[in-house]
């Protein structure tokens, strides 16, 4: 498979030598701007799992949103609606429908973070700030990236607090079970015609990642569509940010569809991962989550053939697998279990993927041709293919 670029040197190879200017302890939590953020609250609890973590609102003092924070294992996501029209929250509503506004890091120094990337050319989205209350201080900064979308930059050693200075304990009578979901696997980006080469740059020389692959619109092609898409890491492998660009084909690509839907680039779907994905999927499928059509028979025909051209065998029953629509694909290092939701909103923009990495470090090359032609299938319903 010649999706891989530089992953047979592994990542710390690349790096060796090289100093990591901004060094990034992990996803910190990832915000979604929301018409409705208590009833956006109670899906994300009642389908996904996710358990109340934190709030702030007019019952906090905080006058001008309100935000839900729900926790799930490493996964923090934040919810937040403005409380009145004059808001510039409002703006990305109007503009995108609801969408994820926010990738925040988790980093040592905020300050550091926010110096570095500007110097570098990024565009300042906050400037370091610091925030404190009784539990101690926490100092965030930002920047943008593609579209609207920012990294906030989040200093949280000197902080005890349930999350942030500013937010309360969410207790909630209502606790529906986990499901499973562990932490950030990945997130992609989608930006426009001719624009994936921008942001690698960008990630490269105003973030320090590497792009450790690439697949060009020849490998990631159906009959009518393709797209191009480069996966970015940073200098400790923590986070991977692909990013897609449309590609010409005989039809609308998916892409395309989703630029025109978020009315520009944005983040187009957060990879999470679980180490059983058969109860996972099986929780989620139960709790009314919508997935992607099954991958036909011949799909799962060809399976055990690709996991034996690697030497891997399949600890899933292929037979649970296939009755759940979960796909599987092989590298030299290992296999990998992956399923797309639907959109998770009414304007097919943002959707989920639930993935269990049995040794594999890819993204599931093997499985695009019947993922995408899965996606036109749905295409073709809204009447945009
Ligand atoms: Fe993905």
Redesign the pocket.
């Known amino acids: 498979m010649s999706e891989v670029k530089n992953v047979e040197y592994g990542l710390e190879k690349i790096f060796e030598g090289a100093k990591d200017f901004l060094p990034l302890l992990g996803t910190d939590y990832i915000e979604f701007y929301v018409g409705n953020a208590k009833q956006a609250a109670y899906y994300y609890k009642s389908a996904f799992g996710f358990q109340s973590f934190a709030y702030k609102g007019l019952e906090t003092g905080s006058k001008e949103c309100a935000s839900y924070v729900l926790k799930q294992d490493k996964i923090r996501i934040v919810l937040t609606t403005p409380l009145n029209s004059k808001s510039p929250i409002n703006n990305h509503i109007v503009k995108h429908g609801d969408g994820v506004k926010v990738i925040a890091l988790w980093v040592d120094d905020a300050t550091k973070s926010w110096e570095e990337t500007t110097k570098r050319g990024a565009k300042s989205f906050m400037k370091p700030t610091l925030e404190t209350d009784e539990h101690g201080e926490v100092v965030r900064s930002g920047i943008y990236t593609y579209g609207e979308t920012v990294h906030v930059f989040v200093e949280r050693k000197n902080y005890k607090g349930v999350f942030l200075p500013g937010y309360t304990k969410w207790e909630s009578d209502y606790n529906p079970e986990p499901t499973g979901l562990k932490f950030i696997d990945?997130m992609?980006g989608n930006v426009g015609w001719n624009e994936m080469n921008k942001w690698v740059k960008f990630y490269e020389d105003v973030m320090g990642f590497v792009n450790f692959l690439s697949f060009d619109d020849k490998q990631i092609n159906t009959e009518y569509s393709a797209l191009m898409s480069k996966v970015m890491s940073n200098g400790n492998g923590r986070i991977k940010f692909?990013i897609n660009e449309p590609a010409e084909g005989k039809k609308k690509s998916q892409i395309e569809e989703y630029l025109d839907f978020y009315e520009g680039p944005g983040a187009q779907?957060i990879?999470v991962a679980t180490d059983d994905i058969i109860s996972t999927v099986s929780k989620l499928r139960a709790r009314g989550i919508e997935f992607l059509s099954h991958p036909p028979e011949e799909y799962y025909k060809a399976v055990p053939l690709r996991l034996a051209a690697h030497n891997h065998k399949l600890k899933e029953d292929i037979e649970t697998l296939k009755g759940l629509g979960i796909m599987i694909d092989a590298d030299e290092e290992g296999y990998l279990l992956q399923i797309f939701t639907k959109p998770v909103e009414d304007r097919p923009t943002l959707f989920f993927?639930i993935i269990q990495r049995m040794g594999a470090r890819g993204?599931?090359a093997g499985n695009f041709k019947a993922l995408f032609e899965a996606i036109e299938r749905e295409q073709e319903k809204r009447g945009t293919l």
Do not use: D
Request: aromatic fraction near 12%; glycine fraction near 12%.
């Open positions: 990945h992609v692909p779907h990879a993927e993204f599931g």
